[in-house]
């Protein structure tokens, strides 16, 4: 199929080139997140609410994180979910009480051979690198996951009925994606809205990436 030069440029600019194809020597390209992933610089964490899941309305779940310091920039999409009507929020520089967390996991990388470790910390008085914090609805409380500029807010479900997904999702990185600011921390927080057991789920997607000029 022809390509027109202003489309082949439309096509390769977030793209980078991963090898030659050994039978016409054509460069074979595959889209820069992907490349982060061969590069082992691509991580995931997850959290699903656990016990005692969220039971009245105000209640909380999160993942909160710090990113690390300048050259590196964190490129990250994010999945939520509620089974019953809730509203989730991305809060940069909250004002979060530190150590106020059941779980401090690692990240995982999504090549799995790869030795890298990501750049982030949990929100904890001494950070260790590569860490993210889990709060469950007794660490929420605690931490107050307030303040801070809110970067979205949306509805998860409207009267106990679908969408329960959120719309931020990795489906749509393109437009979803948030560049973070360096050395700052973010909290994403799910607050349920009805007086019901509800499951919170929250995914974060990122690649890390060095910017020389910076």
């Given at each position: 199929?022809?390509i027109s030069?202003?489309?082949?440029l ?9 090898a ?5 020597n ?16 691509a991580?995931?964490?997850?959290y699903?609410?656990?016990a005692?899941?969220p039971?009245?309305?105000g209640?909380?779940?999160?993942i909160?994180?710090?990113t690390?310091a ?9 999945d939520?979910?509620a ?9 940069e ?10 779980t ?10 790869s ?5 982030m ?15 469950n ?6 931490a ?9 807010h949306?509805t ?6 679908p969408?329960?997904?959120?719309v ?10 948030w ?7 973010y909290v ?8 019901n ?18």
């Open positions: 199929m022809a030069g202003l489309g082949l439309q096509q390769l600019r977030n793209a980078v080139a991963r030659v194809d050994a039978v016409t054509a460069l074979i390209f595959i889209l820069l997140e992907h490349g982060k992933i061969h590069e082992g610089k991580f995931y964490a997850h699903e609410s656990e005692p899941l039971t009245n309305a209640e909380e779940t999160a909160g994180f710090k690390p300048l050259p590196t920039r964190i490129h990250m999409v994010i939520v979910r089974d019953d009507e809730s509203v989730w929020e991305l809060r520089d909250p004002a979060i009480g530190l150590n106020n967390h059941t401090v996991p690692e990240p995982l990388n999504r090549f799995r051979d030795l890298n470790t990501s750049g910390t949990g929100n904890v008085t001494i950070p260790v690198a590569n860490h993210v914090s889990f709060y609805v007794i660490d929420a409380g605690v107050s996951l307030a303040g801070g500029t809110i970067l979205e949306e998860l479900a409207i009267a106990g009925g969408p329960f997904g959120g931020g999702n990795s489906e749509a990185r393109g437009m979803r994606e560049i973070l600011k360096a050395e700052t921390e994403i927080i799910i607050t349920s809205s009805t007086a057991n509800t499951v919170h789920e929250i995914a974060l997607h990122w690649y890390e990436t060095v910017h020389k000029n910076e």
